[in-house]
């Protein structure tokens, strides 16, 4: 079965620090999403992704955040500045169109920021 | 953001016995409903879904209501398992066109041998 598959399964940075986390895709999806779960809480939307642009992104989703297809396969979330509050699991996921079907998520990445 | 709300935090019923997972929202607008299923340090798996014409929909163990005049929907898992045991999120989405899901905060499913 096709996976999303997340990298590195944990990271842990100092505040202040960039982050980048890594996800690949299932082949054949257009639309990518990056989701957050602080530990506790609710999985919150943080962004979507479709031909080569944000498509719709959350409140959480200020300045600090960036998004990237680099190439045909990775599709990154990039942290400029990390802050305490930023310490959560984040999710990829993937989904060929935007309907009730196929909404693939990956293992997550666990962020801890010290 | 209140928009999907799952007001039991956890449930714990017996090997067997059926399973009902609730969730209420409150924009109309959403064309679609998910239900995931999720196991510490993993991601969400996802169980099933209805379409927002739907009243029903059956998969398995597993089958998913839609109360549209209520804003309602409830997940049903018939014989509940011990590999049952797991949180689970409802999702809504369709409210717009770019595939954001809204989840609600989960509920503890504790299905005891």
């Known amino acids: 079965e096709p996976e999303v598959t997340q990298t590195p399964s944990h990271q842990v940075t100092q505040m202040g620090q960039e982050v980048i986390l890594r996800c690949v895709p299932i082949?054949?999806?257009?639309?990518f999403y990056w989701y957050r779960q602080i530990l506790g809480q609710k999985v919150e939307f943080l962004v979507s992704?479709?031909?080569?642009?944000?498509?719709?992104k959350s409140e959480i989703f200020d300045d600090q955040f960036s998004v990237e297809r680099p190439d045909g396969s990775n599709f990154t979330l990039k942290i400029r500045s990390t802050k305490l509050e930023d310490s959560a699991m984040y999710f990829c996921?993937?989904?060929?169109?935007?309907?009730?079907?196929?909404?693939?998520f990956g293992s997550g990445t666990r962020l801890t920021v010290v | 953001d209140q928009q999907v709300k799952q007001n039991s935090p956890s449930l714990s019923v017996q090997e067997g016995r059926i399973s009902i997972l609730n969730c209420d929202y409150t924009?109309?607008?959403?064309?679609?409903f998910l239900w995931y299923k999720k196991y510490p340090a993993e991601g969400p798996t996802f169980l099933i879904s209805i379409s927002s014409i739907k009243d029903k929909n059956e998969d398995g163990r597993f089958t998913v209501f839609l109360n549209k005049s209520a804003k309602h929907l409830s997940l049903h898992i018939v014989p509940s398992q011990p590999g049952d045991s797991a949180v689970y999120f409802c999702a809504a989405g369709g409210s717009g066109n770019t595939g954001k899901l809204i989840f609600g905060q989960g509920t503890t499913l504790q299905v005891k041998p």
């Open positions: 992704f479709y031909n080569n642009e944000i498509s719709e």
């Open positions: 082949s054949n999806h257009l639309y």
């Open positions: 996921a993937s989904s060929e169109v935007t309907n009730l079907y196929g909404y693939t």
């Open positions: 924009n109309s607008m959403f064309d679609y």
